[in-house]
């Protein structure tokens, strides 16, 4: 990741809009910041949600709150805690898709 020229920024996530995504089951609401390449953000994901995809893009995760599973398309499965994260590329077989029974909300930057 190269992190694009740019000042000191700081991000209130409370002013950051809100954008809704459905998806198989359940619901997350994303507050996205693009900075050039990069996208940052803050994601809630209701109780019962399921990913509608296989995603193959690459991530780095941190569960600030909840309990997420991480899927990956070979059927290997991690359940990831508040305090815990994930590190994936853009690269290799690593196709995932992301679901929690109680809800969690997260920071990704991809």
Same mark, same amino acid.
């Given at each position: 990741? *190269? !992190?694009?020229?740019? &000042?000191?920024?700081?991000?209130? $996530?409370? *002013? @950051?809009? &809100?954008?809704?995504?459905?998806?198989?089951? =359940?619901? &997350?609401? $994303? #507050?996205? @910041?693009? %900075?050039?390449? !990069?996208?940052?953000? %803050? @994601?809630?994901?209701?109780?019962?949600?399921? +990913?509608?995809?296989?995603?193959?893009? =690459?991530? !780095?995760?941190? @569960?600030l709150?909840?309990? %997420?599973v991480?899927? %990956?398309?070979?059927?290997?499965?991690?359940?990831?805690?508040?305090?815990?994260?994930?590190?994936?590329?853009?690269? =290799?077989? +690593? &196709?995932? #898709?992301?679901?929690t *029974?109680? =809800? +969690?909300?997260?920071? !990704?930057?991809?």
């Amino acid at each position: 990741m *190269k !992190i694009p020229e740019t &000042a000191f920024t700081v991000t209130d $996530w409370s *002013k @950051v809009s &809100a954008t809704e995504h459905p998806s198989e089951t =359940g619901m &997350a609401i $994303w #507050r996205t @910041v693009q %900075l050039g390449d !990069i996208r940052i953000r %803050l @994601v809630e994901y209701s109780a019962g949600y399921l +990913a509608d995809h296989w995603c193959d893009r =690459g991530h !780095i995760l941190f @569960v600030l709150d909840g309990e %997420l599973v991480s899927e %990956l398309r070979d059927g290997r499965t991690t359940t990831m805690r508040a305090g815990m994260s994930y590190q994936v590329s853009d690269f =290799g077989d +690593a &196709a995932h #898709r992301s679901s929690t *029974k109680t =809800g +969690a909300r997260l920071f !990704i930057v991809d």
